[in-house]
């Protein structure tokens, strides 16, 4: 670890919610830089952000900001030291873009001052200017486009004038532009205000591009800690989201190259067609015949089952059983077999039947695996 | 809705309320069967003049009307914060049982100990009151939620109302005085009336001041209102007590009055939007009016039966009511 002091500390966080766990979460987030927290989807992220919001209490473990215990602020208290800006989903009332960013002054005012002051008004302005939304001053925030929408969020958790900031996702259903756009300004902040943010990203790319500090989650864990290039390396993608890839930094950008995985070329598999002429109106009796027929799926190299047929059974004179197998010993091993005796013994054929006809068909499987990257981008190159 | 006609539709409002409260009091002071003109009820209210007509106004109009806006200015302040702290429209003193417990309690009193019947209003409250802490704490699981209280309610309504028809039932001599409370009834209040509920109706009012920040806290949703430093549980809490302080008064006085609390904050919110700075007090104008009006229509227009104006109200409430959720699909 460097020797930044820490803006947040985690100890020993245990927490379980439904399938959401967290396991000896330990970790701290040094001050005035940017964090992000990275992992695959369902892995704590979250859960871990909201507990230090203290949205969520941690079963078991301590959470300090600036030194002092969580549980010791009060809620206003900490309203004043941390804003965060939770993922949006929450259905905003009608307000005016100016109105929504003045709820970021209410910590700081007492229960029944609503009305601004100077003071309020100075930051809210401020806080508009910072996220470039000041012409949207007066439209009603439900107008706005989401980029204009998560900016006047933003705004609201700036406006609450904390030296630390939260964001859940802040870019996640935004279009590439609006994501540069929104992580230079939260980049811009940090650095010009001495801020610390802490953020739930699911970009790698801009993870690594504009933060200082990782941490990396699975499964409740904390993988890995530290700067962007310590973080990110082929070893960590394959332990965090199991896939095999090259990793190199171009400026602050890791470049992440996936190395495709080998399939398996040129498989046969045997396709067994079993077709039943039958008297017609009696679809339904042969479908209902072909479930009582013992288990194939236990088979060893049974690949898959189709039956054909028309929606109405009624008027159908012909009904296709397809099966798939390895190979036609595989086949020929489930006639012999045990399951297959129990259901055909003692069962004659039922005279609607009026012929039946098995074929085999032997197919060979080809997949071409995609076109090695590498040799693409040398070619644009 | 634009910023523009946002503001206009406030500034009308602000307006429109109390001239209609207005109109509403002078209606309800004028007619009924002696009409009496304006002038001689300014006449009656501002000089110490003994006309026939005075003990009509100042014993029999004036505090009938008087009982009614308090009446009406509670329920819909108490519809007001229970929509806004439970998240859910469906919220109102007389759906999730706040008013049943009130009702419960008043019946017992009228019932049960006629000679305490002076302490009606306080009985109403703490049945009110009581209920919705029971309701609080039924669904109270690590926080509540708006889903699990207005359940709860639902439930507990049903069985005071059971409880409530119980008595009746058992007490079938003694519930003459009861019925027209029941249907929620304004006929006869009297100064005696008005002065047991006014301090608990007045005090509610007043406190709903301290319920504009909160509320309007809440309708960003809880985590954000606890992020911007809130007490979200505790304020939830004591703005339930607020409303049944309120519904408590209502009650006591008026009886079971349903679909104030539910239709008058809900066609002000159509009007002119969320914003409790707006929404409180043109709902308890609003709602004060139009339990005026419609208690002297319930009085006047089906002479000579005197209909208790809880009845009007539902006959009334309960369509507009449905015509809402069916709009509401485009509205929100």
């Given at each position: 670890m460097t020797n930044t002091p820490s803006a947040i500390d985690l100890e020993k966080i245990e927490h379980e919610m439904g399938m959401f766990q967290l396991f000896d979460v330990t970790a701290s987030v040094p001050e005035g830089k940017m964090t992000a927290i990275i992992g695959p989807n369902g892995s704590g992220k979250s859960t871990l952000l909201k507990i230090v919001a203290k949205l969520l209490k941690a079963d078991k473990g301590d959470v300090s900001v600036q030194g002092k215990a969580a549980g010791v602020y009060s809620r206003a208290d900490y309203a004043r030291t941390i804003s965060m800006l939770p993922q949006a989903k929450e259905m905003l009332p009608e307000l005016t873009v100016r109105e929504l960013i003045a709820f970021g002054r209410s910590p700081h005012k007492g229960m029944f001052k609503q009305r601004l002051t100077d003071e309020d008004n100075k930051i809210i302005d401020w806080a508009m200017k910072t996220m470039s939304i000041r012409r949207h001053d007066d439209r009603m925030f439900h107008t706005l486009s989401g980029g204009e929408q998560q900016k006047a969020r933003i705004a609201m958790a700036l406006a609450q004038k904390t030296s630390i900031i939260l964001l859940d996702e802040p870019t996640t259903f935004l279009d590439i532009s609006h994501q540069l756009e929104v992580m230079g300004m939260l980049r811009k902040i940090n650095q010009e205000q001495g801020i610390t943010i802490v953020m739930v990203l699911h970009d790698l790319q801009q993870a690594a591009a504009f933060c200082d500090h990782l941490i990396a989650m699975k499964d409740g864990e904390i993988v890995s800690t530290g700067n962007p290039q310590a973080v990110i390396t082929s070893r960590f993608l394959r332990q965090v989201y199991e896939i095999e890839a090259k990793v190199s930094f171009e400026q602050n950008y890791p470049v992440i190259i996936p190395i495709p995985r080998n399939y398996e070329e040129d498989a046969t598999m045997i396709i067994v067609t079993n077709i039943s002429q039958i008297t017609k109106g009696n679809g339904d009796k042969l479908i209902e015949r072909f479930d009582r027929i013992g288990k194939v799926e236990g088979m060893e190299g049974f690949l898959g089952l189709e039956v054909l047929l028309t929606q109405n059974t009624k008027d159908y004179d012909e009904v296709s059983v397809v099966t798939r197998w390895n190979s036609k010993d595989d086949f020929q091993a489930w006639t012999k077999s045990e399951a297959f005796r129990e259901s055909h013994t003692h069962r004659k054929t039922p005279d609607y039947i009026i012929s039946n006809k098995i074929t085999f068909q032997e197919v060979k499987v080809k997949r071409n695996p995609l076109p090695p990257i590498q040799q693409e981008l040398a070619k644009e190159a | 809705m634009s910023r523009q006609i946002r503001a206009r539709r406030r500034t009308i409002a602000l307006i429109t309320a109390p001239v209609l409260l207005l109109l509403s009091v002078f209606y309800g002071l004028s007619f009924g069967s002696v009409p009496i003109s304006l002038r001689e009820i300014w006449m009656i209210i501002t000089t110490d003049s003994q006309s026939a007509h005075d003990t009509i106004i100042m014993n029999l109009r004036l505090p009938r009307v008087l009982v009614g806006l308090l009446t009406g200015a509670c329920l819909a302040a108490a519809g007001a914060i229970l929509q806004g702290v439970m998240r859910n429209p469906l919220a109102d003193p007389g759906i999730i049982g706040v008013s049943a417990g009130g009702g419960l309690a008043a019946v017992i009193t009228m019932v049960l100990l006629p000679q305490l019947s002076y302490l009606l209003p306080a009985a109403a409250f703490i049945g009110a009151f009581a209920t919705s802490i029971v309701i609080y704490f039924i669904s109270w699981d690590k926080g509540t939620s708006p889903v699990k209280i207005v359940l709860a309610g639902v439930a507990v309504n049903a069985l005071l109302g059971a409880v409530m028809n119980g008595i009746m039932v058992v007490y079938s001599d003694r519930i003459q005085a009861v019925l027209p409370w029941l249907s929620g009834g304004l006929n006869g209040r009297s100064w005696h009336h008005l002065s047991f509920m006014a301090p608990y109706a007045l005090v509610g009012l007043g406190l709903t001041i301290a319920a504009i920040k909160p509320a309007n806290l809440l309708l960003l949703g809880d985590d954000s209102a606890k992020l911007l430093g809130q007490k979200v549980e505790l304020q939830r809490l004591l703005l339930i007590l607020l409303s049944s302080l309120l519904a408590g008064a209502a009650v006591s006085a008026?009886?079971?009055?349903?679909?104030v609390g539910l239709v008058v904050p809900h066609a002000v919110r159509l009007i002119i939007g969320e914003d409790y700075r707006f929404l409180l007090p043109v709902s308890i104008l609003g709602g004060a009016a139009l339990v005026v009006f419609a208690d002297t229509i319930a009085r006047t227009w089906f002479d000579p039966i005197e209909l208790p104006v809880g009845i009007l109200l539902a006959c009334v409430g309960a369509p507009f009511f449905l015509y809402l959720l069916r709009k509401r699909s485009n509205w929100r």
């Open positions: - | 008026a009886g079971l009055i349903g679909f």
